[in-house]
Nanobody, 123 residues
Framework: QVRLVESGGGLVQPGGSLRLSCAASGRTFSDYPVAWFRQAPGKEREFVAAGSWSGSDRRYADFVKGRFTLSRDSAKNTVYLQMNSLKPEDTAAYYC????????????????WGQGTQVTVSS
């Protein structure tokens, strides 16, 4: 079973940056579909970014293109989400997930989830 632990959230001013981390443990992660989702209070969970553990292909939601970057460090079993030019509407709990479908933007295609890390963008 995969265990995922997110970190790196916090309070940041509009225009600022944060880097979220997702540390994975419990199994071998070669070529595993990975993704970031987010959920704001009162809203459904929405797709942010997806990629594969070992590949370079990426898929991003339109609202984060050019601002967010998904990357990973295989040696550390960690996936990152670099978030730049943050906006108040980016405020949400951010979750990483490992799944079964390559580059999927659907939560149901992901089996393992972390506990989430809160990102608040406010002046």
């Amino acid at each position: 079973q995969v265990r995922l632990v997110e970190s790196g959230g916090g309070l940041v001013q509009p225009g600022g940056s944060l880097r979220l981390s997702c540390a994975a443990s419990g199994r071998t992660f070669s070529d595993y579909p990975v993704a970031w989702f987010r959920q704001a209070p009162g809203k459904e969970r929405e797709f942010v970014a997806a990629g594969s553990w070992s590949g370079s292909d990426r898929r991003y939601a339109d609202f984060v293109k050019g601002r967010f970057t998904l990357s990973r460090d295989s040696a550390k079993n960690t996936v990152y989400l670099q978030m730049n030019s943050l906006k108040p509407e980016d405020t949400a709990a951010y979750y990483c997930a490992f799944g079964r479908v390559y580059l999927s933007n659907l939560p149901e295609d992901y089996d393992s989830w972390g506990q989430g890390t809160q990102v608040t963008v406010s002046s």
